[in-house]
C-alpha cells in the first residue's frame, strides 16, 4: 500500500516538475524548433495530462503552479495575464470535474470545460485590455489551431478515460 502511493506521489510531482520546467523554457524551445508553442496551448496540455493520470487534486496545483512559474520563473507573461491565465485554467479544472460528476461523460465534460474556460478568457481579456492593464490583441493564437488544440485534447481524455486512466479524487 505505501509503495503505492509512493509511487502515485512520485509520478505526480514528476510530471509537475516536467509541466513547469517545460512552461518556463518555452520561449527557448520555441526558438529552438522554429514554432510559436504557446499556440499548442501547452499549459491547458498539462492539465488535460493531469486529468488523465494523476489524482483530481494535481490539476488545481497546476493551475496555480504553471501561471505562477511562467510569470516568476519564465519572465512571461505579463502579471495580468498570468492571473487570467491561472483563472481559466481553475475555471476549466472545475468545470471539468464538475460535468463529470454530474454526467460520467468526459468527451462532454472536457469539451464544455475547454470551450467555456476560453470563452472566460477571452471576456476577461477584452475587459482588461479596454482597462490598460494589457496591450495586444484579444486573439493571439488562430481559432483554427485552437478548434484543432481542443479537439485533440478531447479526442485523448476520451480515449484515456475510456481505457480507465481517469484520476481518483
Request: aromatic share 14%; net charge positive; with cysteine.
Amino acid at each position: 500500500m505505501k509503495k503505492t502511493i509512493t509511487l502515485k506521489v512520485s509520478g505526480t510531482l514528476l510530471l509537475d516538475a516536467i509541466a513547469i520546467v517545460f512552461i518556463i523554457f518555452l520561449g527557448d524551445l520555441s526558438r529552438i524548433v522554429g514554432y510559436p508553442l504557446h499556440t499548442l496551448d501547452p499549459m491547458r496540455m498539462m492539465i488535460i495530462l493531469a486529468f488523465a493520470f494523476t489524482p483530481r487534486w494535481n490539476g488545481w496545483v497546476l493551475a496555480i503552479a504553471l501561471p505562477a512559474a511562467a510569470f516568476f520563473l519564465g519572465a512571461h507573461p505579463p502579471m495580468a495575464k498570468a492571473i487570467l491565465m491561472g483563472l481559466e485554467l481553475l475555471l476549466n479544472v472545475w468545470l471539468f470535474w464538475y460535468l463529470y460528476d454530474k454526467t460520467k461523460s468526459s468527451i462532454l465534460s472536457i469539451l464544455i470545460s475547454i470551450v467555456f474556460s476560453k470563452v472566460f478568457y477571452y471576456i476577461l481579456k477584452y475587459l482588461c485590455i479596454n482597462q490598460g492593464w494589457l496591450t495586444g490583441n484579444i486573439m493571439d493564437t488562430g481559432l483554427e489551431i485552437q478548434l484543432i488544440t481542443t479537439l485533440v485534447f478531447t479526442l485523448f481524455i476520451f480515449i484515456v478515460f475510456q481505457f480507465g486512466g481517469q484520476s481518483k479524487k
